[in-house]
């Protein structure tokens, strides 16, 4: 088990071969290596050679403030990770979408092919990070008992997404904080928060492997948003509606969802003027009105931010295909 796994036997472990045969023949799939540091406001990187973790291959941050360029298919040599901190985010495989909140953590293999569909990323924020299975020699720098039994959970992990609590999302952006630190005390409690979060996480079975329901005044809450989206719909009629106050109903339901109850209507919203938008007998004035947005250049920007595109554009027939 120590020696090196090649490309081709890592990827038929995880069942994964025939795509496996399409990159290694050349194919045209892209291959996004992220060995490169990177770090700016929305984007933050730390390689292999930053985190001095072994066969931890990266580790990343991302707060996208706004609507970002689409994530194109393609794959990594590596298993990948991606935990949802804030926000949404769509991920596509093997034609299969997923949609991801607050605390969903979602999986892909070495070699597996993957993007957002052919979307812009949405407003959202998540850290992801890369193990690199190809031999379990000193495998995250733990005594060969402990190393061996972490990449051997790893390589039966068979799980799409699973479920993290706010507890656990506060551990792993400490984890990130730490490890990205230029002092060696911080990066030491970095490293045991990281161990902690994966060991608490992904490589046990002790914990729900899908999204939780929501609790039961948040859900009625949910039921009441889809029933009224066309209408006025204020944080007080809503939290009266479902028996809480404003306060605790905004906590709340950031708390189960990961975003504010505002930005989930206005999401909602959006997701809904993509189908208006398709008939082009409705003009986006009209569905600017229809959907109780205060003026049709504020439901254009409000658009722009969270696609990339404006609603003309969107209707435009190179762009009718994106959603």
């Given amino acids: 088990m120590d020696g090196k796994r090649s490309a081709l036997s890592i990827a038929e472990l995880f069942g994964v071969s025939t ?71 769509q991920y596509v495989v093997d034609d299969k979408h997923y949609m991801l909140y607050r605390g969903d953590i979602f999986m892909t293999y070495p070699y597996e092919n993957h993007g957002n569909g052919n979307r812009p990323q949405e407003v959202c924020e998540f850290i992801w990070f890369q193990f690199d299975l190809s031999s379990a020699k000193d495998f995250l720098g733990l005594s060969p008992r402990y190393g061996q039994y972490l990449f051997q959970q790893l390589l039966n992990y068979r799980h799409r997404t ?31 928060c990281f161990l902690q979060f994966v060991m608490n996480n992904i490589c046990t079975d002790d914990i729900p492997m899908t999204r939780e329901l929501y609790s039961p005044d948040i859900q009625e809450a949910l039921t009441y948003i889809h029933a009224h989206l066309t209408e006025d719909l204020s944080i007080e009629r809503i939290s009266q509606f479902c028996g809480l106050s404003p306060s605790r109903f905004k906590a709340k339901f950031k708390e189960e969802l990961g975003i504010t109850p505002h930005a989930y209507i206005i999401s909602l919203k959006i997701d809904t003027s993509k189908v208006l938008l398709k008939n082009p007998d409705v003009s986006v004035t009209d569905i600017a009105f229809r959907l109780n947005f205060a003026s049709s250049n504020y439901f254009a920007s409000v658009f722009k931010k969270h696609t990339g595109y404006t609603p003309t554009d969107f209707r435009q027939q190179r762009f009718s295909h994106i959603y």
Avoid at 26 to 37: N, R, T
Avoid at 183 to 190: K, L
């Fill in 19 to 89: 795509m496996t045969s399409m990159i290694i023949g050349g194919g045209p799939l892209l291959h996004i290596a992220d060995d490169c540091p990177k770090w700016t406001d929305e984007y933050k990187l730390l390689t292999r050679e930053q985190l001095n973790i072994p066969a931890l291959h990266m580790m990343g941050h991302a707060d996208f403030r706004n609507a970002s360029t689409k994530l194109e298919p393609h794959f990594h040599c590596n298993m990948e990770f991606v935990v949802i901190m804030n926000g949404r985010q």
């Fill in 162 to 192: 699973k479920k993290a609590c706010s507890k656990e999302l506060s551990l792993l952006l400490q984890a990130f904080q730490c490890l990205s630190s230029s002092r060696i005390q911080e990066q030491i409690v970095g490293y045991s």
